[in-house]
């Protein structure tokens, strides 16, 4: 036999073996938690940690991948004999869809890479790491143990590269609802997502919604600063009105400490609200202290849009300090700019 075609055979030999030894050492995924590189990633699947995440605390804590199937021989998977598994499957009960789903899971546990990327979703974040090729066997005995599992390389992650949680707020839905697919293992359209978010890569078009947003800021405060100090007055009451507050106090006027008293309905709590065109650190320090001599209010907003240096901020949580970049973020938000822009002269 030719030397090329015995070196091809010995290979193919080798890939039918089963896999006894696992491979070690460096992994893709332990170099990448080391550093902030780019993850050279072959394939990324969900993987539901047990039927309603049973086992996610044990494989998150002992840096497991579990898998179930204990009907199905684990020798017969590691063989590749999935004729034999199909049968098994078909004994399970399952019909024509659910032997071809059975089976697409089993070959995708068995035979993806070291360089495919799991993750799961508990405890409100997404969790993710990479796994060593070698399917180990759980105990037969422990029906309530995973029948099968491989052995994470890395361990398992819940934040980005960089160190950025991946609670499940703050990530689209469309990844999220992954967790409420009814099998164990599955590819997602999400993938090329999950990996910037991984890897602190911004979405294109959300860094795009970022610099027009910024704009518009910008814009927003140049109006602010333009308006008259009437309509200055009228539009942080109009924010705290749209922001759930009840004013329990006339608008100005001549009230001697305070522009507006106000209630929050829901929680009860009460504000003092000083407004301020133009302002300067001793003026703000001046009514901060009469808040404080007060006593009967929760909370002390000093908002105004313009001063000669930027004002220094309380340590105190009651206080609250809103210059102009505050307050255009907050009119975006409760929807003002049509209002301000009719102001305009």
């Known amino acids: ?5 015995r070196a091809a055979s010995r290979l193919e030999a080798r890939r039918r073996e089963p896999a006894i030894v696992c491979r070690m050492g460096v992994s893709t995924a ?15 699947r969900y993987i539901k ?40 499957l078909i004994a399970m009960g399952r019909k024509n869809g659910g032997v071809g789903q059975g089976l697409r899971e089993l070959k995708d546990f068995y035979q993806l890479g070291s360089d495919t990327l799991w993750f799961t979703i508990a405890d409100g974040h997404v969790w993710w790491t990479f796994a060593e090729t070698c399917v180990l066997e759980g105990h037969k005995n422990d029906l309530d143990a995973p029948s099968r599992f491989r052995r994470t390389t ?6 980005s590269l960089s160190g950025i949680p991946l609670g499940i707020r703050s990530l689209s839905s469309a990844l999220i609802s992954t967790a409420n697919y009814q099998m164990t293992l599955c590819a997602v359209k999400q993938a090329n997502y999950l990996l910037r978010r991984i890897q602190g890569e911004s979405e294109p078009l959300r860094e795009k919604a970022e610099t027009l947003i910024s704009h518009l800021t910008a814009t927003t405060e140049g109006m602010i600063r333009k308006l008259d100090w009437k309509d200055f ?51 703000f320090e001046d009514y901060l202290g009469r808040f404080r001599r007060d006593g009967n209010y929760d909370h002390f907003f ?33 929807g003002l700019l049509k209002w301000l822009s009719d102001r305009m002269t």
């Open 302 to 334: 000093f908002v105004y849009h313009s001063a000669p240096k930027p004002l220094r901020p309380s340590a105190d949580p009651r206080v609250h300090l809103w210059p102009a970049a505050k307050i255009a973020s907050a009119a975006i938000d409760a």
């Open 49 to 88: 940690l047990g039927e309603g995440g049973k086992w996610a605390a044990e494989a998150l804590r002992n840096d497991i991948l579990p898998f179930g199937y204990r009907a199905v021989d684990h020798a017969a998977c590691v063989a590749g004999n999935w004729e034999k598994v199909r049968q098994q």
């Open 1 to 5: 036999m030719p030397k090329k075609n």
């Open 233 to 283: 007055e009228t539009l942080v009451d109009l924010i705290f009105h749209r922001g759930g507050w009840q004013r329990i106090s006339q608008l100005g006027g001549e009230q001697a400490d305070v522009d507006l008293v106000l209630r929050q309905p829901i929680s009860g709590e009460t504000a003092w609200v000083q407004i301020k065109s133009r302002s300067s650190q001793a003026e």
């Open 30 to 44: 332990e170099r990448a938690l080391g550093r902030s590189i780019a993850l050279k990633v072959g394939a990324v």
């Open 154 to 159: 890395g361990g398992w992650r819940n934040t």
